[in-house]
């Protein structure tokens, strides 16, 4: 009998934590405190940008954040989005900011995300903030590489010791998550992994037998299917950060045949996704909470 994965069920579990956030957001509102509150940016027209904009902003107001969504035209310049990055920073009902990446190639996106003050910076790409999760200090922890870690300790995989592969090394998924899963934990890290860790990319020799390696093997390279059963120890948790349009379809990293070989797997769509919103969530609570009080 062919034994199939457990399914790393993101939706789910999204569900799940935006409960508990929507009830301290209601704790604090009752208490009298201003709704946390998230400024989302987004120049220029990429429908794939305006669907992740969209989603961001409509979870926000299910779950009693504020929520404001500022749409600037593609000719938008630099100094025109400074200045409202810097109305952002001073506006008390603002407590996350979140620049929509791709930015369009006139604007120097280094500049704009160093422009967000590190208080609100809930996407933690600031230099600071990403300086403060690599000393084990996290201010925020970034939204997909957190959202991956809940989807292993609320599952129960195992982490703490045992080797994980994370094919890929953004700034965004791959390098953060990596540090994330190898720190020891603290009372200031509580989600290190205390994992022994090894990232992968495009100049990996034979990555196949590197990926077999891992306990848990992580998928966040942005090509369809390339994670194949050959390369999944038996038993493996696999997590799948890809998002590939393949036709109308979203398909992640890691091939459908994983499933009869993996312990744990998480879908796409339906797993990192869903996750990657909440945590955006969790984040303008946490600096609500650290802004006001
Ligand atoms: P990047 O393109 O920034 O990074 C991709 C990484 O994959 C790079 O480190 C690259 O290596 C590596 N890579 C490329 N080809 C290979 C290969 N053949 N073998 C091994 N490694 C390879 O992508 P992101 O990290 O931003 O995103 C990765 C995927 O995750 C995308 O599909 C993206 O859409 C998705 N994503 C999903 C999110 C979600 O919420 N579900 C959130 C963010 C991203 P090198 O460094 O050598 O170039």
Request: glycine share 10%; charged share 15%; proline share 7%.
């Amino acid at each position: 009998m062919l034994v199939m994965a457990q399914l790393l069920d993101g939706k789910a579990l999204a569900a799940t934590i935006r409960g508990e956030i929507a009830a301290r957001v209601a704790g604090r509102t009752q208490a009298g405190k201003r709704p946390p509150g998230l400024a989302a940016v987004l120049v220029g027209n990429d429908p794939a940008s305006q669907g992740y904009v969209r989603s961001k902003h409509k979870a926000c107001l299910e779950n009693g954040l504020h929520s404001t969504v500022h749409r600037l035209p593609e000719e938008t310049t630099q100094s025109q989005l400074l200045d409202l990055i810097e109305q952002l920073n001073a506006d008390a009902t603002v407590h996350g900011i979140l620049v929509q990446l791709p930015l369009p190639r006139h604007i120097e996106t280094d500049a704009i995300l160093r422009a967000v003050t590190p208080a609100k910076d809930v996407d933690c790409f600031h230099p600071e903030n990403v300086g403060l999760l690599t000393i084990g200090f996290p201010r925020f922890y970034p939204c997909t590489p957190h959202g991956v870690v809940q989807l292993l300790n609320r599952y129960n995989v195992p982490v703490a010791g045992h080797e994980v592969v994370v094919v890929g090394r953004s700034d965004i998924v791959g390098k953060p998550l990596s540090i994330m899963l190898m720190q020891k934990p603290t009372a200031h890290n509580p989600a290190a992994g205390d994992a022994t860790v090894t990232v992968a990319h495009s100049r990996t020799h034979d990555l196949a037998a590197v990926c077999r390696r891992a306990d848990i093997l992580i998928a966040a390279v942005g090509q369809a299917g390339m994670i194949t059963a050959d390369m999944v120890k038996p038993g493996a948790a696999v997590v799948d950060v890809g998002t590939n349009r393949v036709g109308n379809a979203w398909v992640g990293d890691v091939a459908p045949e994983v499933a009869t070989v993996a312990g744990w797997l998480s879908p796409v769509p339906g797993g990192v996704g869903p996750m990657t919103i909440t945590m955006l969530l969790y984040n303008t609570v946490a600096a609500a909470e650290q802004i006001d009080g």
